[in-house]
């Protein structure tokens, strides 16, 4: 399995960005996904989950500016981000795992088997 981000860059404060990640090698199987981040010097955190069956969760920080979704079967994953603070800056990697994951365990990084190598975002103010 491979997954590859792509869409980061930089952007102003109150800014937009897409972010994409695109999956190879899946097998027939039903996919948890998920966005997640990590700025320096901080741990990893959930940004944003979307299930097989369309369920979603999102972050507080980020509920209202940044929406998941993605094409089923699994092929594609997008994260849209609008109204981008300074504090949004990180790099951001999308994750999967097979089947279905409660809400919460849908947040936590140990919960998810394949990881992309992530990209950047820089948010200015």
């Known amino acids: 399995v491979q997954l590859v981000e792509s869409g980061g860059g930089s952007v102003q404060a109150g800014g937009s960005l897409t972010l994409s990640c695109a999956a190879s090698?899946?097998?027939?199987?039903?996919?948890?996904v998920a966005w997640f981040r990590q700025a320096p010097g901080k741990e990893r955190e959930a940004v944003a989950t979307?299930?097989?069956?369309?369920?979603?969760a999102y972050s507080d920080s980020v509920k209202g500016r940044f929406t998941i979704s993605k094409d089923n079967p699994f092929k594609n994953l997008s994260l849209q981000m609008n109204s981008l603070h300074p504090a949004d800056t990180a790099i951001y990697s999308c994750a999967a795992v097979k089947y279905g994951l409660t809400i919460s365990r849908s947040l936590r990084p140990d919960s998810y088997i394949y990881w992309g190598q992530g990209t950047q975002v820089t948010v200015s103010s």
């Open positions: 090698g899946l097998s027939n199987t039903p996919y948890h």
């Open positions: 979307i299930r097989y069956d369309g369920t979603t």
